[in-house]
Nanobody, 123 residues
Framework: QVQLVESGGGLVQAGGSLILSCVAS????????MGWFRQAPGQEREFVAG????????YYADSVKGRFTISRDNAKNTVYLRMNSLQPEDTAVYYC????????????????WGQGTQVTVSS
C-alpha cells in the first residue's frame, strides 16, 4: 500500500509556471505507475499525464501536451508535474494517483490517491 501527498499548488497568473510534487510513502513506490489528474468545480476528474513505474514511458492529455511535463524520482519516492504556460482553464484541484497494474487514462482504475492541491490561474 502507498500513501500519496501532493504539494506545490497555488495562485499564478496566466502564462506562469508551477511545479507540483507528489511524495509517496512506502518502499514499493518504484513499482507503481503514476498519474496526474485534475478536477474543476462541477466537472469530472480528467486525466492530465501519466508515467510508467520505470519512467520509461510518459503520455499526456492533448490539452496539456507541450506545456506540462511529468517526471519521477524513485529514489525520492516522488513524482512531479511541471506546468508551463498556464491558462485559466487549467484551474482545478490536481491529484496524483498510483497503481501497480494499471497504466492508463481512467481515474476509476487507479487504487491510490492523494488529497489534491489547488491550482488557480488568473487571467
Amino acid at each position: 500500500q502507498v500513501q500519496l501527498v501532493e504539494s506545490g499548488g497555488g495562485l499564478v497568473q496566466a502564462g506562469g509556471s508551477l511545479i507540483l510534487s507528489c511524495v509517496a510513502s512506502g518502499r514499493t513506490f518504484s513499482r507503481y505507475n503514476m498519474g496526474w489528474f485534475r478536477q474543476a468545480p462541477g466537472q469530472e476528474r480528467e486525466f492530465v499525464a501519466g508515467i510508467r513505474w520505470s519512467g520509461g514511458s510518459v503520455y499526456y492529455a492533448d490539452s496539456v501536451k507541450g506545456r506540462f511535463t511529468i517526471s519521477r524520482d524513485n529514489a525520492k519516492n516522488t513524482v512531479y508535474l511541471r506546468m508551463n504556460s498556464l491558462q485559466p482553464e487549467d484551474t482545478a484541484v490536481y491529484y496524483c494517483a498510483g497503481d501497480q497494474m494499471y497504466y492508463g487514462v481512467s481515474h476509476r482504475n487507479y487504487n491510490y490517491w492523494g488529497q489534491g492541491t489547488q491550482v488557480t490561474v488568473s487571467s
